[in-house]
């Protein structure tokens, strides 16, 4: 299955090297990947597909991707994904620290040493 979402020209004028602009398009495709999968999966889907004008397949064409759609999508993922890793740091951290105090009571059960 082809998916196009991941169709990325590292070298877009195939001169050996990858240009100032040419990093900045790929920084774009990696910011516009999550938008751009998610609406290629429900473009896939005839019914949703049609239900929200999203054109991201072999048949309809690929003119959804990379538009004001898949940014925005993008964006909401992208801040999900933050905000997921925050709640992961923060729930490793609390458990580092009981894990500290644990240890702590171990070494010296009848309080402060
Ligand atoms: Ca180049």
Redo the contacts with the bound molecule.
């Keep these: 299955m082809w998916i196009e979402s991941f169709n990325l020209v590292?070298?877009?004028?195939?001169?050996?090297?990858?240009?100032l602009v040419?990093a900045w398009q790929i920084f774009e495709w990696l910011y516009l990947l999550p938008g751009n999968l998610l609406l290629e999966l429900l473009g896939s889907i005839p019914p949703i597909a049609d239900l929200l004008h999203i054109r991201a397949s072999p048949e309809t064409g690929y003119g959804s991707l990379n538009g004001v759609m898949a940014t925005a999508l993008s964006l909401l993922i992208w801040l999900l994904l933050l905000v997921e890793a925050a709640n992961l740091r923060e729930r490793w951290k609390s458990q580092q620290m009981r894990r500290h105090k644990l240890a702590h009571h171990f070494r010296h059960p009848q309080g402060k040493a």
Excluded: Q
């Excluded at 590292?10 to 240009?19: M, P, W």
């Design positions: 590292l070298d877009a004028n195939r001169d050996g090297t990858v240009s040419e």
